[in-house]
């Protein structure tokens, strides 16, 4: 018997069903299919670095005269980029709600739109005051698609495969941060484009990037356990049954019986009451925990990814168009660090590994810190350091997004990872730019060492308390971490009858 004849979605009652969806989806073996799934919400992490590297490496350029802009490199770094960050933490709040309610699918092409719109019109900047509304805009649109493709990933990735998948996936935003490092070197070559127009085409090319992505996207589906809570368990049977057909025609052979059933009480929507009541009620120490992760990794990313040219051409003297081939180095080693240290969250467990890259991260980022304020450092060995650093941080990083999106119930997925991205990166990642830009700016190395040291500090942090606080969810289905709400009302109800 296949999976597909066993597993149908039953209605127990009316406005109850009791299904296997999820377990189907989790005893799935990796296939095609989800490597459609990988590749349709994955990619648009290579063009959110693409984006935010070309704006940090093209800085320096935009803001010489006759760049079109009459804008300072402390003012991009800076003032633009804390703008940014805060557009993706409105954007996170407003389209991770509009997640919840009409699901996965509408909303990560709604995101994708926004985002493609508000950079096609940075690109076209003409006043400050454009580029920095532009830049906001971008920011939302960002910040919508980290809380629609987060929840629809963990929904839609079997539990064997989902924390490496994740992490790999979040981590892909350093291929396009080496992407934009390298094109900035070949924009921003005044041999080939005029002052005025290189950085724009630099924008204008993650739209074209962006609008192949969204051909893409069109083919995944919406997440089967979204459709059973709000009301389209049929719907949610025909999809996982066609896949399974697909995967066993792939394969060529059956698949093996799901591992059980989950009677749950359907629902068009959760109130802002209940989800935090959930969330800091019923799960306050995991609340704890996801804060640490955001504030912690949002400070350091957010400061290091906008600022580390403009530490390059202050401290180092390294030319403009140059500083794309150092960011190219430590986005690499960013990149690595998920995809090496992946399968290792699955396996070794999550506590273990998120605790031990962050508080490792920390750990060398401060010895980064001493060997400059000593001056020992060049230009190379500093990208060096920060190459090391940057390859435990972002398998860090990534499990923030991670964690805060199997460690609450599904009703809730999206406004968590939400609230947690804009509550965290609100902490972290606007006063990040802010604080780091400010301190580089001065041209005193012990300015620079003390933004190091507080990214370094609060990555220590935020290991210690992963440390007491992780949550043991390797291999294990999201229904098991956190019970959705719908199927504990519905055993509660059952008792009273």
């Known amino acids: 018997m296949t999976g597909e004849a066993s597993s149908a979605a039953v209605p127990a009652s009316t406005g109850t069903i009791t299904t296997a969806v999820p377990a189907r989806l989790d005893r799935l073996p990796w296939s095609r299919w989800h490597w459609m799934i990988v590749i349709g919400l994955g990619t648009v992490w290579i063009l959110d670095g693409l984006e935010v590297t070309i704006v940090g490496n093209v800085a320096g350029r935009i803001a010489e005269e006759g760049s079109g802009l009459d804008i300072t490199s402390a003012q991009i770094t800076g003032l633009a980029a804390a703008l940014y960050v805060a557009g993706a933490c409105l954007g996170a709040l407003f389209f991770g709600r509009l997640t919840d309610l009409y699901g996965r699918k509408k909303l990560f092409m709604a995101t994708l739109v926004v985002y493609l719109g508000a950079t096609a019109l940075t690109a076209l900047s003409f006043e400050t005051w454009w580029f920095f509304l532009f830049r906001f805009l971008t920011g939302f649109g960002i910040g919508g698609e980290y809380a629609a493709i987060n929840s629809a990933i963990d929904e839609l990735i079997p539990s064997h495969y989902r924390g490496r998948v994740d992490l790999i996936i979040n981590g892909s935003y350093w291929l396009g941060a080496i992407g934009g490092s390298l094109l900035s070197i070949v924009m921003l070559d005044t041999d080939i484009f005029p002052k005025d127009l290189g950085w724009r085409l630099s924008f204008a090319l993650g739209v074209v990037l962006g609008l192949v992505v969204l051909l893409v996207r069109r083919h995944v589906p919406e997440s089967p356990r979204w459709q059973f809570i709000h009301g389209q368990g049929e719907k949610a049977d025909e999809l996982v049954s066609s ?147 940057l390859f435990f941080a972002s398998a860090g990083a990534s499990s923030a997004y991670l964690t805060v999106s199997e460690i609450f119930p599904m009703e809730t997925r999206a406004m968590a990872i939400a609230f947690f991205y804009a509550l965290g990166t609100a902490a972290g990642g606007i006063s990040g730019p802010l604080i780091f830009a400010g301190l580089t700016e001065s041209g005193v190395v012990g300015d620079t060492v003390l933004a190091f040291q507080i990214g370094a500090g609060l990555m220590c942090a935020a290991g210690v308390v992963a440390a007491f606080l992780a949550v043991n969810a390797e291999r294990r289905s999201l229904e098991d971490i956190a019970t959705p709400l719908s199927a504990t009302e519905a055993k509660e109800e059952g008792a009273r009858g």
């Not at 350091?300 to 168009?321: K, M």
């Open 243 to 389: 896949v399974e057909r697909e995967i066993e025609r792939e394969k060529g052979k059956p698949l093996p019986p799901p591992a059980g059933e989950i009677t749950i009480h359907q629902r068009k929507s959760i109130g802002f009451g209940l989800i935090a009541k959930t969330v800091f009620g019923r799960y306050p120490r995991r609340a704890v925990l996801g804060l640490a992760l955001f504030i912690g990794q949002a400070f350091l990313y957010n400061a290091i990814t906008f600022g580390f040219g403009a530490i390059l051409i202050t401290f180092f003297d390294v030319p403009t168009g140059s500083t794309g081939y150092y960011f190219a180095v430590i986005a690499a080693g960013n990149f690595l660090g998920p995809l090496l240290l992946g399968k290792f969250f699955d396996t070794v467990g999550r506590r273990i590994m998120i605790s031990g890259t962050y508080l490792l991260s920390g750990l060398l980022l401060f010895g980064t810190a001493w060997l400059f304020d000593n001056g020992s450092l060049t230009a190379t060995t500093m990208t060096a350091c920060w190459c090391v650093v």
